[in-house]
């Protein structure tokens, strides 16, 4: 299986912030890696895939980078909305894996 | 709009069979190229990917789960299904239900989940 870690696994930031998290890949995933948020309650939310691609609706100050074996989320100017749980995952091969999680909360 | 809305028992005994259904709106299970799939995620914990189904029946299963997991659909009802035996508390979870649609080339990524569904196994 390819394992996913995410860095840091917690961050405390304030409303305005830039926040970058990092997840590395055990192996080669080219860009299949998506980034999802999810707040208490509720099911995960895809914020970005192929890596970098903006999904639907999601607020330009997301952005996603990355190829191979790293890749960050950035998250600019860090609204009160934001502060969740965020996963990667990866599907470049069988089985499906999701990282460990970054919670993000409020300084 | 798309919804997807997990249903079953929200208690099983160990060593039983779980039994959920995820029932589709706004969208055909037949439909290409997507695929369903379950994901859990016990309390406090991550995202644990189960197994897939395409429209056409052809399913993939975590290996570790796979001697217990089985996808099914139902194309008449738009429904899909989860079916995981021999039940431990280790397997007591949220249970979600998630669409993954093909994105040309870009590969394939879960664009809308249920709500989820506690399942707790005990006694």
């Known amino acids: 299986d390819i394992q996913l870690t995410q860095s840091p696994s917690f961050l405390s930031a304030s409303v305005g912030d830039r926040v970058t998290i990092t997840c590395r890949a055990s192996?080669?995933?080219?860009?299949?890696l998506a980034w999802y948020q999810q707040k208490p309650g509720s099911a995960p939310k895809l914020l970005i895939y192929a890596a970098s691609t903006l999904h639907s609706g999601v607020p330009s100050r997301f952005s996603g980078s990355g190829s191979g074996t790293e890749f960050t989320l950035t998250i600019n100017s860090l609204q009160p909305e934001d502060f969740a749980i965020y996963y990667c995952?990866?599907?470049?091969?069988?089985?499906?894996?999701f990282g460990g999680g970054t919670k993000v909360e409020i300084k | 709009q798309v919804r997807l809305q997990e249903s079953g028992p929200g208690l099983v005994k160990p060593s039983q069979t779980l039994s959920l259904t995820c029932t589709v709106s706004?969208?055909?299970?037949?439909?290409?190229?997507?695929?369903w799939s379950w994901v859990r995620q016990p309390a406090g914990k991550g995202l644990e990917w189960m197994g897939r189904?395409?429209?056409?029946?052809?399913?993939y299963y975590k290996p570790s789960l796979k001697s217990r997991v089985t996808i099914s659909l139902d194309a008449t009802k738009n429904q899909f299904s989860l079916k995981l035996t021999s039940v431990t508390a280790a397997d007591t979870a949220v249970y979600y239900c998630?669409?993954?649609?093909?994105?040309?080339?870009?590969?394939?990524?879960?664009?809308?989940w249920g709500q989820g569904t506690l399942v707790a196994v005990s006694s």
């Open positions: 192996q080669v995933i080219s860009n299949y």
């Open positions: 189904i395409y429209p056409n029946g052809n399913t």
């Open positions: 706004g969208a055909s299970i037949s439909s290409n190229p997507s695929y």
């Open positions: 995952q990866q599907l470049n091969s069988y089985p499906i894996t």
């Open positions: 998630a669409r993954a649609t093909y994105y040309s080339d870009r590969g394939t990524y879960f664009d809308y």
